[in-house]
């Protein structure tokens, strides 16, 4: 079956560093997400990509982030400057329209 | 803000039927119910969606309200590796012709031997 890849699966990074995080969708789909979860939060929505741009962010979604596509194949989150409660797991998922969307098994952020 | 109501938590015994509520009182027309899963802090795992009409799959079943206000998640026959947090959640459109998941906290499912 096929599955979405993130990596990597923990990042430690101290407090106003850089992170990227990555993903491979699945091939065939077509409209790309983020998602993220504070421990012991429910799941939030940070950003929508479709068609080679963002369809919707979240307010979360500041201009401390950014998504990339850069090769047709993978998905990239960017931190550019990293806070505490940054702290989180990272979801990727992928899919369309009529059908369900897949999630990758996360990153585990950790900003100290 | 979460669309969907669930209770916290539920038990269920080994083999018998799990069903899970959910309330979605302000669901739009166009607006599908998602249901997934998540086991400790993996990935949300896809078990079930739907629109208006009951749908069924080798996971598990939805059953929908013909007013679409609420549903049930039915898990046939639990096993203990079906102990999890369920989310009921609520596909919205957002620009680009695109969705959205809007999730709530969901319920957390035991499954007792």
């Known amino acids: 079956e096929p599955e979405v890849t993130q990596t990597p699966s923990h990042q430690v990074t101290q407090m106003g560093q850089e992170v990227i995080l990555r993903c491979v969708p699945i091939?065939?789909?077509?409209?790309f997400y983020w998602y993220r979860q504070i421990l012991g939060q429910k799941v939030e929505f940070l950003v929508s990509?479709?068609?080679?741009?963002?369809?919707?962010k979240s307010e979360i979604f500041d201009d401390q982030f950014s998504v990339e596509r850069p090769d047709g194949s993978n998905f990239t989150l960017k931190i550019r400057s990293t806070k505490l409660e940054d702290s989180a797991m990272y979801f990727c998922?992928?899919?369309?329209?009529?059908?369900?969307?897949?999630f990758g098994s996360g990153t585990r952020l950790t900003v100290v | 803000d979460a669309k969907t109501t669930q209770p916290p938590s539920m038990d269920c015994a080994e083999g018998r039927a799990a069903n899970l509520p959910c309330n979605h009182s302000t669901i739009s027309g166009n607006e599908y119910v998602y249901w997934y899963r998540q086991i400790h802090s993996q990935g949300p795992q896809y078990i079930i969606h739907?629109?208006?009409?009951?749908e069924t799959n080798e996971m598990a079943s939805l059953i929908i309200t013909e007013d679409r206000k609420s549903s049930t998640l039915i898990l046939p026959h639990a096993t203990l590796r079906d102990t999890a947090v369920y989310y009921c959640?609520?596909?919205?459109?957002?620009?680009?012709?695109?969705?959205?998941?809007?999730w709530g906290l969901g319920t957390s499912l035991a499954v007792n031997p």
């Open positions: 990509f479709y068609n080679n741009e963002i369809s919707e």
């Open positions: 091939s065939n789909h077509l409209y």
């Open positions: 739907g629109l208006k009409n009951n």
């Open positions: 998922a992928s899919g369309g329209q009529l059908y369900g969307y897949t």
């Open positions: 959640i609520v596909r919205v459109l957002i620009a680009g012709n695109n969705r959205k998941l809007i």
